[in-house]
């Protein structure tokens, strides 16, 4: 048996990978940078925000008076739409010509709610949105994949409270999506069945890793999660997309979103940062019964609302560390208030 009071390593079958853990470490000294705790409250309304109905964009368009979710063309995309050429590769030197589509999706009007302060109905009209999304872009010849996104915080790299995600979808699958789709390929070719089927009945057998769940998600704390208070949300039905959920799912998953990030921003009573984003089956025109719909989590912060973790040295150089495990962080996630912080308060 595994001591896991002692330096262990734990397998990601998610990622063919392995992830360092030195429970003994959590307790050691801080000296290093503290980040800015983040301003509190932020205005309804924000005449200097690019994101707010009726304000020009740094591009120059201004926004429409919107009510509900508002998506637009990405001003500054990251991909543009394809073009005749070909890329100069050369042995080694390889590169090829990509295309693909960028967009930002405000959840609301309001500058001033994030996921877990919008009502759950505003939470399911984003999760609308999103399958929308996904349904045109997957249709296009020139994308197999939509990735669905939300960068929060400044610092993620977030340049606008105003809540919002983004969506780039792409003419080739990105190597995130990819490591995992090669992943549960193999898993279904060597045993049969499906990694995150199996993943989810066995994390539901132990029960100790499990945040919330309801009838159609489970978020937990993956057994090899790399960051302090990563949480990876699972489907119980096998389905594929955005586009597969059904109106019971939408609203189940409106509730673990609202869940997940109401203890987020409880564990140190700050609006919480994080990347998230969904995984989902490509749209390359293949069959994909081996995707299992999922959502990573993956916040950078460790102890305080200005104490973060960094990948770096050993990291970078080497393979990923954590000192806190994964079921200590579930725990702490599981004994906060589900009622969010702000409310609470009023
Ligand atoms: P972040 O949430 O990661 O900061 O991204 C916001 C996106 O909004 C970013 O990709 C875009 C940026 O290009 N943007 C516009 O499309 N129009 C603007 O007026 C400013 C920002
Ligand atoms: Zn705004």
């Known amino acids: ?22 429970p003994h470490r959590a307790r050691r000294p801080w000296l290093g940078q503290v980040e800015k705790t ?12 690019y994101l707010c109905p009726g304000n020009q964009r740094a591009g120059g368009v201004r926004n429409p008076e919107y009510e509900t ?4 063309d990405n001003d500054f995309p ?7 050429g070909q890329a100069a590769s050369s042995g080694l030197l390889t590169a090829e010509p990509v295309s693909g589509i960028s967009r930002v999706v405000c959840f609301s009007p309001r500058h001033d709610l994030t996921l877990p302060e919008l009502p759950l109905p505003a939470v399911e009209t984003v999760i609308r949105t999103w399958a929308d999304q996904t349904r045109e872009l997957a249709e296009r010849e020139n994308i197999a994949y939509v990735q669905v996104f939300e960068n929060k915080g400044e610092m993620m790299g977030c340049s606008n409270p105003h809540p919002h995600s983004q969506i780039w979808a792409t003419s080739f699958v990105p190597n995130e999506p990819q490591i995992e ?5 193999e898993y279904h070719a060597r045993r049969g069945g499906c990694l995150l089927c199996d993943v989810l009945d066995t994390e539901k057998a132990i029960g100790e890793r499990i945040v919330v769940s309801n009838d159609d998600f489970t978020a937990l704390v993956p057994f090899w999660a790399v960051w302090p208070f990563e949480i990876l949300v699972i489907s119980r039905r096998h389905f594929g997309a955005l586009t597969d959920l059904d109106r019971a799912e939408i609203s189940n998953l409106a509730g673990i979103l609202k869940q997940v990030t109401t203890r987020y921003d ?40 200005t104490v973060r973790k960094f990948m770096v040295g050993f990291e970078m150089l080497a393979m990923p560390q954590r000192d806190l495990t994964p079921e200590t962080a579930a725990q702490r996630l599981l004994e906060l208030s589900p009622v969010h912080y702000r409310q609470a308060y009023k």
């Not at 789709?181 to 390929?185: C, E, N, P, S, V």
Request: aromatic share 14%; charged share 20%.
């Open 181 to 185: 789709q090669d992943a549960l390929l």
């Open 1 to 22: 048996m595994t001591d896991f009071d002692r330096p262990h390593r734990r397998f990601n079958p998610l990622r063919n990978e392995w992830v360092l853990v030195s």
């Open 69 to 72: 979710t508002f998506v637009f």
């Open 38 to 49: 983040p301003a509190l409250a932020l205005p309804e309304y924000d005449p200097e925000c």
């Open 78 to 84: 990251a991909l543009l739409p394809p073009a005749e």
């Open 266 to 305: 409880n564990l140190f009573e700050i609006s919480f940062p994080y990347s998230m984003g969904f995984h989902q089956a490509p749209c390359d025109g293949r069959p994909h019964p081996e995707a299992h719909f999922h959502l990573h989590f993956y916040p950078p912060l460790l102890r305080s609302a």
